[in-house]
């Protein structure tokens, strides 16, 4: 007997209950369709609106509720409230985004990957016609680095105050996050369907990212394993860069990078550039694995944050989280071989209406089509 898999939905704040109500239809859609094992349950948390009734982002067992799920699909997260009430309830950064900070390390989901590839249709702020050409991965270590929360604030709010903010790199985090990228190298190989060439004609290419010159302990421990693991991959071209110069070429030349495997915080920053170049946030997708045990429930969201500035005003482009909705039921596929062929209808349909020039934001410069209204162009086409 096949068994039934569950899909936790989080809304969160913001854009996120407008995108996620999109996303969730077209599941509901896709299962029906395919016939999918698949059952869904939407969480009311972590929310801002949760935090104003209860005190927190979510139930003190929030994380060990969502261990029982099999994937979990999130919105966004962070809301300051109502942008024209002085007295709105704001709510810290620190404290919105916690939820996904715990999330992502009790779950042990250490590797955060957000693909880059330029779609016909989308926004293309570079003029070289090479930039038709992006396609990288950019995997990002997503359990320590810079964003361990290790530090503190002495004498907080006076003028001798000083602050602290630790980093942490474990041999065994990073290992495991570069021997990952080469194999995710060597897949992105076998899929492709134009072959791409680098360094002596090999077909994948892993760059490490780093700021070593400056930061040289972590930097040096990062540089020295990809070395030696490098040796075990021959056939993956290898390549260095500090971030300052790969903010640079991702600029001037991204179609060159293949797979780029970064620290939490560079791998952030890049990953939103890389974003910006294949048309914007509001296309671009992420899991949040952990690729050593798919007894572990994987996290899919979509880049872009919780725009509340547009929140409610049927702007948002729910693009970005359809396509996490693909990437959830192609980790799932292993299960059923339904989830695969679903992840890629609903993975065509997007970009298939992409290529149109459908546009529910005002990116393009024309009438925006809307949240709602997007939503219902792809129904039709995804309904048997």
């Known amino acids: 007997m096949t068994k039934r898999l569950n899909i936790a939905l989080l809304p969160g704040d913001g854009i996120g209950p407008e995108v996620m109500a ?4 077209a599941l509901t859609l896709l299962i029906d369709r395919f016939q999918l094992p698949l059952s869904c349950h939407s969480f009311p948390w972590p929310s801002h609106a949760w935090h104003q009734q209860h005190g927190q982002m979510m139930p003190d067992d929030g994380v060990d509720q969502l261990r029982a799920f099999d994937a979990i699909l999130l919105g966004a997260l962070g809301d300051p409230g109502p942008l024209d009430d ?36 989308a926004p293309q702020y570079l003029s070289d016609p090479r930039a038709n050409d992006v396609d990288m991965l950019v995997i990002r270590e997503n ?3 810079e964003y361990s929360n290790q530090g503190g604030r002495l004498r907080a709010g006076t003028p ?5 903010q ?15 990228a080469f194999e995710r190298a ?4 076998t899929q492709r369907h134009r072959p791409r060439q680098f360094k002596n004609e090999k077909a994948s290419q892993v760059c490490l990212i780093t700021k070593r010159n400056a ?22 071209d290898t390549h260095h860069e500090l971030v300052d110069a790969a903010c640079m070429k991702f600029v001037q030349c991204p179609w060159r990078f293949d797979v780029v495997v970064a620290s939490n915080l560079h791998g952030d920053i890049l990953t939103d550039l890389a974003a910006v170049l294949c048309g914007g946030p509001g296309l671009a997708p992420s899991a949040n694995l952990n690729p050593a045990d798919n007894n572990i429930p994987a996290l899919f969201e979509p880049v872009h944050g919780s725009a509340p500035d547009i929140a409610g005003q049927n702007l948002a482009d729910p693009r970005a989280t359809l396509l996490s909705l693909a990437m959830t039921l192609e980790w799932l596929a292993p299960h059923h071989p339904a989830l695969g062929n679903a992840a890629q209808h609903l993975h065509d349909t997007v ?17 925006a089509t809307g949240t709602r209204e997007t939503g219902q162009r792809l129904y039709a086409l995804l309904a048997p």
């Open 86 to 121: 002085p007295d709105r309830f704001v709510l810290p950064d620190s404290i919105s985004l916690s939820p996904l900070l715990a999330l992502r390390k009790q779950l042990d989901l250490w590797a955060c990957e957000r693909p880059a590839r330029w779609q016909p249709g």
């Open 166 to 180: 630790v980093e942490v790199f474990t041999a065994s985090a990073t290992e495991r996050l570069i021997r990952h």
């Open 186 to 189: 060597r897949q992105r190989a």
């Open 22 to 25: 999109v996303a969730e239809q």
């Open 143 to 145: 359990s320590e680095g």
């Open 215 to 236: 930061q040289p302990f972590w930097g040096d421990l990062y540089t020295e394993t990809f070395l030696r693991l490098a040796q075990e991959y021959p056939d993956v």
């Open 160 to 164: 001798h105050e000083v602050a602290t």
């Open 351 to 367: 970009t298939a209406d992409l290529a149109k020039g459908n546009d529910p934001t005002l990116t393009n410069g024309a009438q």
